[in-house]
């Protein structure tokens, strides 16, 4: 864009040439000239040799966009919509005119007009990627905040049921140690042992592949029953509740395995922690 200064410079062959390859130089920079066009930007250069750094600058403007935006497939009523309003915007810019007869003193105010036309397009071609763009980040931004709602009404529901287990001064804690060393804590089982309710836990088991889940038993003198299954996030934590069929004197241990994702009947593996019950009066 010239400034105040530019555009009261006198209009000499030069700056003509030079006007005219300002006009050009966005879209050779990208390749939306045709072949003629560039041939003319080459021809021009040679006349405003000054303008070659106009190139540099708009190659790293291009680069950036590149870079930093990334391509939205737009809905097809979106696309659809803009199309039409985009073909609106320029029918009323530019209605068809009757063609007039020639004359020498309009030539070249008849020239100007195509790259005006050539740079609305450009301009509303930008607005339309803007809006686009817009209308997918209003969507993901939509889609993160149904996320963060969804984690908090589940956090309050976790917290809902750990209130409810502690609310009996009677509550077992129960750790559950690796069976490798016995001694590594790996999760803590709260059990209120009045209204049956227990919750597991962890934050230290590694989140498994999609084929697998842990299981958590609840093992009495029939064997382990399944207690559920359940996963850890990325960082190792999972939060479980769960009710027993049994009185929680029915039971000695609590243990936990690595069973495929949908859960077996029995343990298939060897626990990978166990945690004994307290005896209860």
Not at 25 to 52: D, F, M, S
Not at 131 to 141: F, I, M, P, Q
Not at 202 to 220: M, N, R
Not at 245 to 270: F, K, L
Request: hydrophobic share 45%.
């Amino acid at each position: 864009m010239m400034n105040d200064d530019q555009s009261r410079q006198p209009t000499t062959p030069h700056n003509a040439a030079c006007d005219e390859l300002r006009d050009l130089l966005p879209a050779y920079v990208i390749g939306a000239t045709t072949a003629e066009e560039a041939a003319r930007v080459h021809e021009l250069l040679a006349i405003c040799p000054e303008l070659e750094s106009d190139i540099a600058t708009y190659a790293g403007l291009s680069e950036g966009f590149a870079a930093d935006v990334q391509a939205i497939q737009p809905a097809a009523h979106v696309r659809g919509g803009l199309l039409a309003r985009l073909a609106e915007e320029e029918a009323a810019a530019y209605p068809a005119q009757p063609q007039a007869p020639a004359a020498p003193t309009l030539v070249t105010k008849a020239i100007k007009p195509k790259r005006g036309r050539r740079s609305s397009s450009w301009w509303w071609i930008a607005a339309a990627a803007a809006v686009v763009l817009l209308l997918a980040t209003n969507a993901l931004w939509l889609a993160r905040v149904g996320d963060v709602q969804s984690q908090l009404t589940t956090l309050q529901q976790e917290q809902q049921e750990l209130l409810t287990v502690l609310a009996d001064p009677d509550v077992a804690r129960i750790a559950l140690h690796s069976t490798a060393d016995q001694t590594t804590p790996l999760a803590t089982v709260l059990w209120n042992p009045h209204n049956n309710e227990a919750i597991l836990y962890t934050d230290a088991l590694p989140a498994l592949d999609s084929d697998h889940a842990y299981q958590l038993w609840v093992i009495g003198a029939q064997g382990p029953v399944s207690a559920g299954i359940f996963h850890t996030s990325a960082s190792g934590t999972s939060f479980h509740a769960f009710a027993p069929r049994e009185d929680m004197d029915a039971y000695q241990a609590v243990g936990i395995s690595v069973e495929p994702a949908s859960g077996s009947d029995q343990p298939t593996t060897n626990p990978l922690a166990l945690g004994e019950l307290p005896t209860t009066t």
